[in-house]
């Protein structure tokens, strides 16, 4: 089940964050301020196998870290985090997102998801890759909405 995050998850993600993203990671500071920052969606799953934290404000959500632990990928986790953040994007009609162009699965996971690429970031991570800058255009619903894609961060391995 997917939940909202919560301080006592904070530990356990930083963690996780370590483990997926090194020397990128969010420290627990960091992930703490994404619990009450304004417009910030920040979910995990029950286990504390996966999160998203997204962000928005007016009408674009970006889509700031997804992550999923290595032995649980491969089992529609990532797609449900996904899922949760594309429901509460409230009045954005898009999504946006940053990924590492080396990192081949997600760049496949996202666009299978109707994502598309629509920039690059040269030498954007710290070990100088180069970050491919992705968009989704969202239904235009409101505070709730489904996943299914109307149209056409990130960091991290998914499933």
């Not at 196998?49 to 009408?59: E, K, N, Q, S, W």
């Not at 992550?67 to 994007?89: N, W």
């Not at 946006?96 to 081949?104: D, I, Q």
């Not at 996202?110 to 030498?123: E, S, T």
Request: hydrophobic fraction near 45%; aromatic fraction near 6%; charge should be negative.
């Amino acid at each position: 089940m997917i939940r909202s995050a919560t301080p006592a998850d904070i530990p356990a993600l930083a963690a996780l964050e370590a483990d997926l993203f090194g020397v990128d990671a969010w420290d627990e500071k960091a992930l703490a301020a994404e619990l009450t920052a304004p417009g910030r969606h920040f979910a995990v799953d029950d286990g504390l196998r996966g999160y998203v934290v997204t962000a928005t404000a007016g009408d674009i959500t970006d889509l700031l870290r997804i992550g999923v632990r290595p032995d649980c990928r491969r089992a529609g986790l990532a797609s449900a985090l996904l899922e949760e953040a594309l429901a509460h994007t409230g009045e954005a009609d898009r999504m946006l997102l940053e990924v590492s162009a080396g990192n081949r699965g997600a760049v496949a996971f996202y666009l299978a998801r109707g994502f598309a690429q629509v920039d690059v970031r040269p030498h954007y991570y710290r070990d100088g890759s180069d970050a491919l800058v992705l968009l989704r255009d969202l239904p235009q619903s409101g505070a709730s909405r489904t996943g299914t894609p109307s149209s056409i961060r990130h960091n991290g391995d998914h499933d």
